[in-house]
């Protein structure tokens, strides 16, 4: 029995996001279904997070017991020839048999993208449209008020299923080129829609309806109400996973 970790990347447009539950069809049951056609038995998979609904993944890692001695390239092969083209194995390398793809894991890039301009079907199943794109130092002004070790309890939604909602920010940052732009944050964890709520906090400070001073009063009073909505999720990628 050998343990692997696969590194996959996914458009989550049509999924419920990574676990399985049953009221949808998730990233983490096509997986394991195309796993059980390869390997002819079923074979459970343990991932590094979840993602929500409609959420992607330039680089999502799971780990899984392998009992076949199976070469690490036709491994990958054989399972991209079953998955559908929406989900795609990029790495498979053999680990310590005591490795969790979720407990091992030191943090975790997140990007949100904005385009500005008209609708663009190209785009939009990626990133949020935007009339304007926001400002780049009024935004950046609100990341650098987010970096640090905080309590992020208002930057989450009622829906998290964790006690402990003290988590670590080591970069935050936004930039544009051109009519897009994008939104990264780094941490060593993430809270139930916090990167959602940082981006539409952004965008109201962007437009004033907020000052950038709600970040210290959340972080304070850990109250929802005084940052900004929640964003759709299709602008949302897991972009990196440290280990």
């Known amino acids: ?10 458009d989550g447009t049509d999924y419920h ?21 390869m390997l002819g038995r079923k074979t459970a998979v343990s991932g590094c997070s979840r993602t929500d609904a409609g959420v992607h993944a330039r680089e999502f890692c799971l780990h899984l017991d392998c009992e076949e001695n199976i070469p690490e390239k036709a491994f990958i092969a054989g399972l991209n020839s079953i998955l559908p083209d ?13 490795f969790h793809a979720r407990f091992d894991c030191k943090g975790k890039t997140y990007v949100y993208n904005f385009y500005e301009g008209l609708t663009d079907p190209f785009l939009s199943r990626f990133a949020l449209r935007l009339d304007k794109l926001p400002d780049k130092n009024r935004v950046n002004e609100f990341c650098d008020a987010l970096i640090g070790t ?26 544009a080129e051109g009519n897009r732009g994008y ?10 829609n916090m990167v959602r709520i940082a981006v539409g906090t952004a965008l109201d400070i962007d437009s004033g309806r907020i000052g ?3 970040v210290e009063k959340a972080f304070s009073s850990g109250n929802r109400e005084i940052l900004g909505k929640t964003v759709k999720p299709q602008g949302l990628v897991l972009e990196k996973v440290f280990y």
């Open 1 to 10: 029995m050998k343990r692997l970790l696969l590194t996959i990347s996914y």
């Open 183 to 192: 939104f990264s944050i780094t941490a060593n964890g993430f809270l139930y």
């Open 212 to 214: 950038v001073d709600c």
């Open 17 to 37: 996001g990574w676990q399985i539950q049953p009221n949808g069809i998730t990233v983490q049951q096509v997986f394991e279904d195309s796993l059980q056609k």
């Open 86 to 98: 929406s989900i795609a194995v990029k790495s498979c390398v053999e680990v310590s048999g005591d």
């Open 150 to 175: 905080h309590d992020y309890i208002a930057f989450s939604s009622s829906g998290r299923t964790v006690e402990n909602t003290v988590r670590t920010v080591t970069d935050c940052s936004y930039c």
